[in-house]
């Protein structure tokens, strides 16, 4: 198919600068994609490779989720409140009428969405948090600390993983510079909300994938910048 204008996407911040978020719908049919500096999300239809039109959202979209049958996206909205670890907020959009319906106050700088049947987790970069939002009611019933900024976090038989992490890196000294890292894999049971274990990686992940009961995260600091 042709290109297609959709909102203006780009580098979003978080760790490392990830980018605009989009998202295919689970039957297939719709790819969702968030305009970050336009504060829209674009619905395009794949058989047709044509743009159903923009659902108008608060200011700052990042990233995306969609419910399992397909008729609600969920958007994290970055710049709500720009105070210092401010409540930012989630948007749920009727994807039929691109229109949104519902605010959800959140911890902040919200990004990672998992949806679990009526809850919705929220990974909270910059307050190191998780949010479990009750979808019937739109409000969050527990908020769970994680030890670092959350930069992934996925969903396998009944338990969520969370892939935090941070790194620094200072110029000087006899090797020209130096680099710390840390990082770690908590595991959060869904029947409730609590943290059941916390694996150390000793690296700082960027993201986080599960496949056959395996979890990867790629590395987000390389352990020596001259070398990739």
């Given at each position: 198919g042709g290109k297609l204008c959709t909102g203006n996407r780009g580098g979003v911040g978080y760790?490392?600068?990830?980018?605009?978020?989009?998202?295919?719908?689970?039957?297939?049919?719709?790819?969702?994609?968030?305009?970050?500096?336009?504060?829209v999300v674009t619905f395009i239809d794949v058989a047709s490779w044509t743009v159903l039109g923009d659902a108008l959202t608060g200011d700052f979209p990042t990233e995306l989720a969609w419910s399992d049958d397909s008729s609600t996206v969920y958007v994290s909205?970055?710049?709500?409140?720009?105070?210092?670890?401010?409540?930012?907020?989630?948007?749920v959009i009727d994807a039929a009428s691109r229109t949104v319906t519902a605010d959800i106050l959140?911890?902040?700088?919200?990004?990672?969405?998992?949806?679990?049947?009526?809850?919705?987790?929220?990974?909270?970069w910059r307050s190191e948090t998780i949010s479990a939002v009750d979808l019937t009611t739109n409000s969050v019933v527990a908020t769970i600390p994680v030890p670092n900024n959350p930069v992934g976090m996925v969903l396998d038989a009944g338990l969520l993983y969370v892939a935090t992490g941070t790194g620094t890196t200072s110029f000087g000294g006899p090797d020209g510079f130096s680099q710390a890292q840390s990082g770690e894999f908590t595991v959060i049971d869904t029947a409730t909300n609590a943290i059941t274990d916390t694996i150390n990686v000793d690296q700082n992940p960027a993201?986080?994938?599960?496949a056959g009961g395996t979890l990867a995260a790629?590395?987000?600091?390389a352990a020596d910048p001259r070398r990739r």
């Open positions: 760790s490392f600068s990830q980018t605009s978020d989009m998202e295919l719908s689970p039957d297939g049919t719709t790819l969702a994609v968030a305009g970050s500096f336009d504060d909205i970055r710049n709500f409140n720009t105070g210092s670890n401010a409540p930012d907020i989630v948007q959140v911890g902040d700088n919200p990004y990672t969405l998992v949806p679990n049947g009526d809850t919705l987790y929220v990974a909270n993201n986080l994938y599960a790629p590395r987000g600091v």
